[in-house]
C-alpha cells in the first residue's frame, strides 16, 4: 500500500516503516527490476566475461548503466569480479531460472507488440 503522507517532515517516518513491512524477497526484486539487472545475469552465464565482453553483448546499455548493474549485482551477491565478472553459485541458480522463464515465454509465444 503506498504511502499517503504527504508532509516532508513525514517522510523520514514513513520510510523506516515501509522498511519494516517488506518481504524477504522485495530487495531482490528491487534489484533484479532495475533495467537490464536480468539481461546482465543471462549474458553472463558460466563465464567469466571482462567489462568490455559484456558492454559487447548488450551494446544498448550505457557504460554508466553497466557499471550501475554490475556494482548492484555485486552487492546482492549474484556476481563477482575475480579475473572477469562471472556469476556466484546463487546467481547461477538464478540463471537456471531465468532458462525456465525463457522456455515458458517461447512455448506460450510471449511477443511484445510494437
Known sequence: MPCLCIAFRCRLVCVSMHR???????????????RWALRLVWEMGDAALTY??????????????????????????????????????????????LGSMRDWAERVGFAVDS
Request: proline content about 3%; overall charge positive; cysteine-free.
Open 52 to 97: 568490455r565482453e559484456l558492454a559487447s553483448r548488450v551494446p544498448e546499455m550505457s557504460t554508466s548503466v553497466l557499471t550501475d548493474r554490475l556494482r548492484e549485482l555485486r552487492a546482492a551477491r549474484l556476481v563477482e569480479h575475480a579475473n572477469g565478472y562471472r556469476l556466484t553459485p546463487v546467481g547461477r541458480e538464478l540463471r537456471t531460472q
Open 20 to 34: 519494516k513491512s517488506r518481504q524477504s524477497g522485495d530487495e531482490l526484486f528491487d534489484v533484479l527490476g532495475r
